[in-house]
């Protein structure tokens, strides 16, 4: 697939490293030294060159770095470093190199970083044309906003629709994770294909595998028919797993090796199939800190993360909050509705801490109780109270049980913030933005109200 010189001056690692990369489809020339890399790079295009950091007992992978700027200026610099020279390796960040994996480096690792070293290499000439394509076609409306966040976002997507690469969408709730999936599919040559989407938090544990793979029939009490798997029914097309860090462990193993090798075998089967299917999954948790809990294995997350993009939420993207809301009173009245200018304005300043779809729920309200079709602040004022205490604090059910107002109050307190942390997936420094206060204060606060958080 892509053409990888390797300079790495210990004779076993550089064996071990290019059998590796040789397995993944690739052609590798290696070397010893960068003057060696130096002949081959005046001799022979790559796409990517990947350098030990420490040769011969100096930084000899820096010299690679300059030497392959000036002579491969389209390639991509991989660079490797053992643990205690991580510091060297930011400052071959700097100097221009791609990424940088530490040693010992894992096959699953060095496959994602040669992929999303490949994606990133792809040439701009594409990369325009998909672009046009997107910006022409009606699947447009379907990531409206025109922030430089959400240009760059669709910038991105465009480009991963172009290949076949494992696409790993991140973002809060309602920021339009599953609608990015949906564009990257509109716009990939899968298109007149299927659009699987696996809604990983919703499938009981015990019936996951049956349901990804599968399952013959008499392979378990109740099977009762032969049955095809959502992964098998994504054949040829899109498999987008959502909400993968709820994704049993068990599972992920499984889900794993169907990336590896593209076979699948049905639960209660001998026979294996081959698949076709280009995978998107999308996390609204930290799937770093679920690696680092144990909770998601590393190998799975190296897999998907080979594009990641994430979805900003809209509070960062205002600008876009008056050809959103447009585009959605447009769509739910057929063109019939218009907003206020008034109500626009204050529709700008709200948190929207529900993002998009909060957006999008307020507005379907208003639509549903004005009579004439014209949505004015009067209307939002009347609505907005509501749409803030009803999902966040359900200032009734709270009232019952607490006695005085500093109880009432300290039960609201820590429901926002456990809502906040569950948001995050318990990381308080995002949560902490999220509610507009410090890290410390958040810190405090968690104490005092008592929350079991002794690990932090
Ligand atoms: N850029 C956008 N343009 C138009 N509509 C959008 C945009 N982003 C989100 N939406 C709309 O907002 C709603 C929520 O989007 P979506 O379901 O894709 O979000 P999500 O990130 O998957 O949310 P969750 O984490 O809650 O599943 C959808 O109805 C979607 O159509
Ligand atoms: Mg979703």
């Known amino acids: 697939m892509a053409e990888i010189l390797l300079v790495e001056d210990e004779a076993n690692a550089r064996k071990i490293l290019s059998l590796g990369l040789e397995l993944q489809g690739h052609q590798v020339i290696a070397c010893a030294s960068p003057e060696e890399a130096q002949a081959h790079m005046k001799a022979h295009a790559f796409d990517i060159v990947l350098t030990d950091l420490r040769m011969e007992g100096r930084d000899a992978g820096l010299e690679v770095i300059k030497l392959s700027k000036k002579l491969q200026p389209r390639a991509r610099v991989l660079l490797l470093t053992a643990y205690a020279s991580a510091d060297t390796a930011v400052t071959a960040m700097k100097e221009g190199a791609f990424d940088y994996l530490t040693k010992p480096v894992s096959g699953e690792e060095l496959a994602a970083a040669v992929e999303r070293a490949l994606f990133d290499a792809a040439p701009p000439t594409t990369e325009t044309t998909v672009e046009r394509s997107a910006e022409r076609s009606d699947e ?15 910038q991105r997507l465009s480009r991963a629709a172009k290949s076949d690469f494992t696409v790993l969408i991140s973002g809060e709730s309602g920021t339009g994770k599953e609608l990015a999936a949906r564009f990257v599919h509109a716009h990939s040559t899968r298109s007149k294909k299927m659009f699987v989407p696996v809604h990983c ?21 109740g099977a009762d028919f032969d049955r095809v798997g959502l992964i098998e029914s994504a054949d040829g097309g899109t498999l987008f797993l959502d909400e993968v860090g709820e994704m049993p462990l068990a599972v992920q193993v499984k889900l794993l090796r169907v990336l590896q090798e593209r076979r699948i075998r049905r639960v209660g089967d001998d026979a294996e199939r081959d698949v076709n299917i280009r995978i998107i999954a999308a996390t609204n948790r930290d799937l770093d800190a679920e690696v680092a809990h144990g909770r998601f294995r590393e190998d799975l997350f190296f897999r998907l993360n080979v594009v990641p993009v994430h979805m900003p939420p809209l509070r960062q993207r205002r600008e876009d909050i008056p050809q959103l809301a447009k585009a959605i009173v447009r769509q739910w009245s057929e063109g019939r509705a218009r907003i206020a200018e008034s109500c626009m304005k204050r529709l700008c300043e709200l948190p929207f801490m529900g993002n998009v779809r909060e957006l999008e729920n307020i507005l379907q309200r208003m639509l549903a109780l004005s009579d004439t079709g014209d949505l004015d602040l009067q209307l939002l004022a009347e609505l907005y109270s509501g749409a803030q205490s009803e999902p966040q604090l359900s200032l009734s059910s709270l009232q019952h049980d607490n006695h005085n107002l500093d109880e009432w109050m300290e039960a609201i307190e820590k429901q926002v913030i456990d809502e906040a942390l569950a948001k995050t997936g318990g990381n308080i420094t995002r949560a902490a933005e999220e509610l507009g206060i410090s890290f410390r204060s958040l810190r405090y606060r968690l104490k005092k109200l008592g929350f079991a958080r002794g690990d932090e």
């Open 140 to 154: 447009k409306e379907m990531l409206v906003g025109e922030s430089e966040l959400m240009q760059r976002v669709r």
């Open 201 to 221: 938090a919703a499938i009981p544990e015990g019936l996951f595998e049956s349901e990804l793979f599968g399952h013959r029939k008499g392979s378990f009490t």
